[in-house]
């Protein structure tokens, strides 16, 4: 029985952190292990940074593509929408992501250097290039960060590293803005949407569901896609399908059939044809 969910109340991504006990997510992966060398568009309250070891890949932040090459990263402020994908083009990166609440040691320290740079409207993300010194240092430290997320203490050692590279984000940041009222209400509108797909992708969904959950019509819905995610509503469903039964694969003892219908495709032919 189809069983959609109204999506009341927009919620991130939660992530899968390497200990439970601390918000710290570092992880080294290859674009290839992601179906068609892309993972689906997302936003959460931490911070995220990307730095490439080898390769390149395309980055989408809120619809804005920035590349990146070997010895380059970049920088997702808290809640906004991004992905990386490439055109079947391997890349080996390593991905880190912390939240912003392992520098509150108190309330002054929040106000006055945390919140500041996560609600600055002009820092949506930032790329990190090898002309710029600040730049290296911050491709350094995540290097580091890494290197050192096994070992004793990885805690500690990674809040000094995320201490260091948050104050010359901070130190070099701009002037806040406010964006214009249009361009913040359609960025509401593709979270809203892209919400109601994650809670409900193992479900039949049209594409008049997802616009309804986004209260536009279905152009629009198809046009803010577009516009936001470079790919219109339907194929972010079955790339979120797609996704998501990679992780299953790894983690299940289910048979790709089996698998194929949990994530909400019709039967295995069409996922393992889609899936290639």
Known sequence: MNTISAAKNISPENIAFNDPDYPIYVRRDLLSTYPHYA???HWHDEVEFITVFSGKMDYNINGEVYSLKEGEGIFVNSRQ???GFSQQTECDFVCVILHPMLLCSSAVMNKGYISPLIENQA??????????????QVIEQLKYIYQIKDTPAAPLKIQAAFGFVWALLFEHMPASYRPKRNSDENLSIVKKMVYFIQLNYMEKISLGDIARAGTVGESKCCRLFRDYLGQTPNAYLTAYRLNKSRESLGSTDMSIAEIAVEVGFCGASYYAETFR
């Not at 820092?123 to 290296?136: T, V």
Request: net charge positive; hydrophobic share 40%.
């Open 39 to 41: 993972a689906p568009s």
């Open 81 to 83: 929408m991004h992905f």
């Open 123 to 136: 820092l949506p993300c930032l790329k990190f290039s090898r002309k710029e010194s600040w730049h290296l």
